[in-house]
């Protein structure tokens, strides 16, 4: 890594550090679907959602190791997205104190990650989804190098993707899939192998938006 590449990549990690030392009030704000007819289908939704988190761990920046966001694969043998590319959580339980601490908890079954290991940084709104979850995004610091154990069950892989990607907006595309019969705009990015699409994606690239605004009124 040169000197040139690995100063851009330590500005970008310090972008993500400067929005979440702010005023938290715009991170709190909905993220909504990129397709208006889901978010107006979860507007008129007549039944509760069930509460959810998921953490975005990301490994901080050293000079000869650019940050990343850890991501799972799920397991094939789950009964809803299987396969799909996710961040490590889940629902909440009645002894989870609040959002992040059903991100620990279920970081630590999925993947291994130790609680005590994640400084929880900020979270992002809400997201809805049309599978009946209501998902609070927990944003948290790792040290590089540490070692992950999935859980066999739900998690097939992991992964770690550059957050220089992560938050370059432009490196998302937008795609459509077929839901109750109706074709649905999405989006996506793609890193190496790894298809990052759906919800996963809208949340990462809600975060992106939000590191960049924040820059851009330095």
Request: with cysteine; glycine share 4%.
């Amino acid at each position: 890594m040169s000197n040139q590449e690995s100063s851009e990549e330590q500005h970008i990690f310090f972008d993500l550090l400067n929005h979440f030392s702010e005023d938290m009030t715009d991170s709190l704000e909905p993220i909504s679907h990129p397709d208006k007819s889901v978010n107006r289908m979860m507007e008129n939704r007549g039944t509760p959602l069930r509460k959810a988190s998921v953490l975005i761990p990301i490994t901080r920046h050293q000079a000869d190791k650019e940050s990343k966001i850890v991501l799972t694969v799920r397991s094939e043998n789950l009964n809803s997205h299987a396969g799909q590319i996710s961040l490590p959580g889940g629902s909440m339980e009645l002894d989870d104190a609040d959002a992040a601490a059903t991100a620990l908890r279920e970081s630590e079954e999925e993947i291994g990650l130790p609680r005590h290991k994640v400084e929880v940084i900020g979270q992002l709104g809400e997201m809805s989804l049309p599978s009946g979850f209501q998902i609070t995004p927990v944003i948290g610091l790792i040290d590089p190098d540490l070692k992950f154990i999935p859980c066999p069950i739900e998690v097939a892989e992991i992964f770690q993707a550059p957050l220089s990607l992560i938050l370059n907006t432009d490196a998302y595309s937008s795609s459509s899939m077929t839901y109750d019969n109706q074709s649905r705009k999405i989006l996506e990015l793609q890193f190496e192998k790894f298809r990052i699409w759906g919800a996963t994606a809208a949340i990462l690239y809600h975060l992106a938006q939000l590191v960049a605004e924040t820059k851009n009124r330095k």
